[in-house]
């Protein structure tokens, strides 16, 4: 299988991941510069034993490696300047402007503006361990939770008198340093009680605020989750198209209709066989309806097999 044909979905993809986690922990598959020869025989076999109808190549298993970090840094570059990420997403959370200046800095980082990359928390502890963090600015967050909301200023209530100290003042003279005081107290606890109620008119502003960032998250995260349902259809009924056509085209079908054509010697038989590992000759062989015309066709791979 070519590099190029290679199918790999999201659970190929976490598989590998997965399997990358798993054998890092163990010094002799590694070496200075990364994994050893050994160490990509390794996981190609444990990945193809994952993944039996996958089959790929160690060189395919290398390539998507390669194509993974690379996604993660560029990821990892572009949180450094601040914007937002979301975990639950695997998304980059920016404005227009935003935007705009990472794709300036950075033209790769574009394909990441509507695609997901939800690997980025696993790779980061695969290549960087707990010391990956990425500072990143206030539009960060993680989950559905929403950004931080601003500290309100909290003001102490100025103590108010008695019952009692009321009456023993009022009985006293009102004119004066004494008179004023009483005035003062009076305009104070008046402000002092009206507070807690527009207080608790902000309060309830930040809880709405906070219900409506949730909702648009929980909205983003079941648009997501529907996106990789779709996704994984695709590829699994990808997976079971090739299993149908390896069957209809399968060497040993070859090999029966072989096995049934009384104007072949055993000889011209087992010559034949060595044809059908091609597959376009296995395919050929088998599309081929009319009996004569695939004798003549047989019979003519077959004798050039023989000048050979």
């Not at 089959?55 to 690379?70: A, I, S």
């Not at 980082?109 to 600015?137: D, H, I, Q, W």
């Amino acid at each position: 299988m070519s590099t190029e044909r290679a199918a790999w979905s999201y659970m190929h993809e976490k598989g590998l991941v997965d399997i990358l986690k798993e054998l890092a922990n163990l010094p002799m598959l590694k070496g200075q510069n990364g994994w050893t020869a050994e160490g990509w025989r390794s996981i190609t076999n444990k990945f193809n034993d994952m993944f039996p109808m996958a089959n790929f190549t160690k060189q395919q298993v290398q390539e998507k490696e390669k194509e993974l970090k690379r996604s993660y840094k560029i990821i990892k570059e572009a949180r450094k300047s601040g914007v937002g990420w979301n975990d639950t997403l695997g998304m980059i959370i920016a404005d227009p402007k935003g935007w705009e200046k990472l794709i300036k800095d950075n033209h790769r980082v574009g394909k990441f503006r509507k695609k997901a990359f939800p690997l980025y928390n696993s790779l980061e502890l695969l290549y960087e361990g707990n010391s990956g963090s990425v500072a990143t600015g206030d539009l960060n967050f993680t989950s559905i939770e929403p950004p931080p909301q601003r500290t309100e200023l909290q003001v102490e209530p100025t103590p108010q008198r008695s019952i009692s100290e009321q009456s023993n003042h009022n009985t006293a003279p009102s004119s004066g340093y004494n008179g004023m005081a009483s005035r003062l107290d009076g305009i104070e606890s008046t402000e002092v009680q009206s507070a807690p109620s527009n207080h608790n008119s902000e309060d309830q502003d930040v809880v709405g605020g906070k219900k409506r960032k949730q909702s648009q998250m929980a909205a983003k995260l079941g648009d997501f989750i529907d996106f990789r349902k779709n996704q994984n259809e695709k590829t699994l009924e990808k997976i079971k198209e090739k299993k149908r056509r390896e069957e209809d085209y399968s060497v040993e079908k070859c090999i029966d209709i072989v096995d049934t054509m009384e104007e072949l010697s055993d000889e011209q038989k087992a010559d034949a066989n060595e044809l059908f590992q091609s597959e376009m000759n296995r395919k050929i062989f088998v599309s081929t309806k009319n009996p004569s015309v695939r004798l003549i066709w047989l019979m003519k791979k077959i004798a050039r097999i023989n000048e050979c």
